[in-house]
């Protein structure tokens, strides 16, 4: 049996809702947790590099005794803060990672580019796929950043307050 195209149009719209936010702020806040992505894998890096420069081999007992004669440890502290940084990016990046692997291979870097760079669909470097499919595949990444960012609940809160028509 073939659909007529209004009746395929409501079935795309009605599929399309359940990757809905519902709240622009909400939405705002998962787009800009997004955008940090490619700094966090940056930074990651960087405290990744800067780990292997920390040892404790040759430091000096004498120049880290403080003048309250209390016995510092700056790389271990040092160390700690470099480890608390590094599950933190960790985790962030598992965030939008975990939500990028939902998105079909061929769109992932297209939809990190429009929203990380703003790069429009309409550009021609989005040429190979409709302007409907790229719309799509964002709307379901960015639904799963939030899923994963633990606003699962809050987002069936709005749809639910949505469609009793209270907010």
Not at 10 to 30: C, H, P, Q, V
Not at 73 to 101: C, F, H, Q, W, Y
Request: aromatic share 12%; with cysteine.
């Amino acid at each position: 049996m073939k659909l007529d195209i209004k009746s395929k149009k409501d079935y795309e719209i009605k599929k399309f809702s359940n990757y809905t936010i519902g709240d622009e702020a909400l939405y705002r806040e998962i787009i800009y947790f997004i955008r940090q992505y490619p700094m966090w894998k940056v930074m990651l890096k960087k405290v990744n590099a800067d780990k292997e420069d920390i040892s404790i081999q040759g430091v000096n007992l004498d120049s880290i005794i403080s003048k309250t004669n209390k016995i510092s440890r700056p790389t271990e502290e040092k160390a700690i803060k470099n480890l608390d940084m590094i599950s933190t990016l960790e985790l962030k990046i598992g965030i939008v990672e975990k939500a990028l692997i939902m998105v079909r291979e061929e769109y992932r870097q297209g939809i990190l580019e429009h929203i990380v760079l703003k790069l429009e669909y309409t550009s021609p470097k989005f040429d190979y796929a409709h302007l409907n499919t790229w719309k799509y595949w964002n709307k379901l990444f960015i639904y799963n950043v939030g899923i994963n960012l633990g606003y699962a609940e809050y987002i069936k809160c709005l749809k639910e307050l949505k469609e009793s028509e209270v907010i």
